[in-house]
T-cell receptor
C-alpha cells in the first residue's frame, strides 16, 4: 500500500513568515510522529499523536511550533514567524501503537 | 534524557563486511532500530531487534545486541555500492518516540 507522504517536498520562505507542512500517514495507522533533522541537532522528536488522545508536545522547541491532526489522519505542522534556525528537514512517521514507525520523505525547509 | 551515540564515518571496499556500532542509554527500550538514509531521501527502516534478543539475521544484515553494555551493532555482509548511505540507530522510549544517534556515514569504495 501507499507509504507516508509529505508536502511540500521543499519549501523556501523568508524569515518571519508562517509555514504549514503536511503529512498523510499510512492508512489505518493511529500513531503519527513529527521529527526534525538539522545539521546541528541531528534527528529530534517534536510531537506525537495517538488516536483521540491529547498529543505529546514535549519535543516542540518553542511556542512558534504547533501541530494538529484532523480526523485522526492528516496532520499539519505549523511554524509561525519562522527563524533561520528553523531550517531543517521535517520528517513525519506513522505506526500502529507501539509498533515500528515508517517515515515519509520529509519536507526540506529553508528560511532565508 | 535518552542519548544514543554513534561513530561518524566508515569507508569499506565493495564485497567486504562493514560494522556500525551504537550505544544507547534507555534500558527500558523494547525495540532498537537501524534506519538507512540515502542522499536526499527519507529514512528507510532496515531492521530492528526486540530487546530480549541477542542477535537477529536478515539476509546480509546481522544485528547484535548487548543489553548489559547497551551496545548495538549492525553488520552488513558483502557490502555493495548501494549500501552507501547514512545509518542511524534508534531506541524507542516514552510514547514509542524514537531517540536517534547522530548517524554513521558509510562510503563503499568500488
Amino acid at each position: 500500500g501507499a507509504g507516508v507522504s509529505q508536502s511540500p517536498s521543499n519549501k523556501v520562505t523568508e524569515k518571519g513568515k508562517d509555514v504549514e507542512l503536511r503529512c498523510d500517514p499510512i492508512s489505518g495507522h493511529t500513531a503519527l510522529y513529527w521529527y526534525r533533522q538539522s545539521l546541528g541537532q541531528g534527528l529530534e522528536f517534536l510531537i506525537y499523536f495517538q488516536g483521540n488522545s491529547a498529543p505529546d508536545k514535549s519535543g516542540l522547541p518553542s511556542d512558534r511550533f504547533s501541530a494538529e491532526r484532523t480526523g485522526g489522519s492528516v496532520s499539519t505542522l505549523t511554524i509561525q514567524r519562522t527563524q533561520q534556525e528553523d531550517s531543517a528537514v521535517y520528517l513525519c512517521a506513522s505506526s500502529n501503537p507501539q509498533e515500528t514507525q515508517y517515515f515519509g520523505p520529509g519536507t526540506r525547509l529553508l528560511v532565508l | 534524557g535518552e542519548d544514543v551515540e554513534q561513530s561518524l564515518f566508515l569507508s569499506v571496499r565493495e564485497g567486504d563486511s562493514s560494522v556500525i556500532n551504537c550505544t544507547y542509554t534507555d534500558s527500558s527500550s523494547t525495540y532498537l532500530y537501524w534506519y538507512k538514509q540515502e542522499p536526499g531521501a527519507g529514512l528507510q527502516l532496515l531492521t530492528y531487534i526486540f530487546s530480549n534478543m541477542d542477535m537477529k539475521q536478515d539476509q546480509r544484515l546481522t544485528v547484535l545486541l548487548n543489553k548489559k553494555d547497551k551496545h548495538l551493532s549492525l553488520r552488513i555482509a558483502d557490502t555493495q555500492t548501494g549500501d552507501s548511505a547514512i545509518y542511524f540507530c534508534a531506541e524507542n522510549y516514552g510514547n514509542n518516540r524514537l531517540a536517534f544517534g547522530k548517524g554513521n556515514q558509510v562510503v563503499v569504495i568500488p
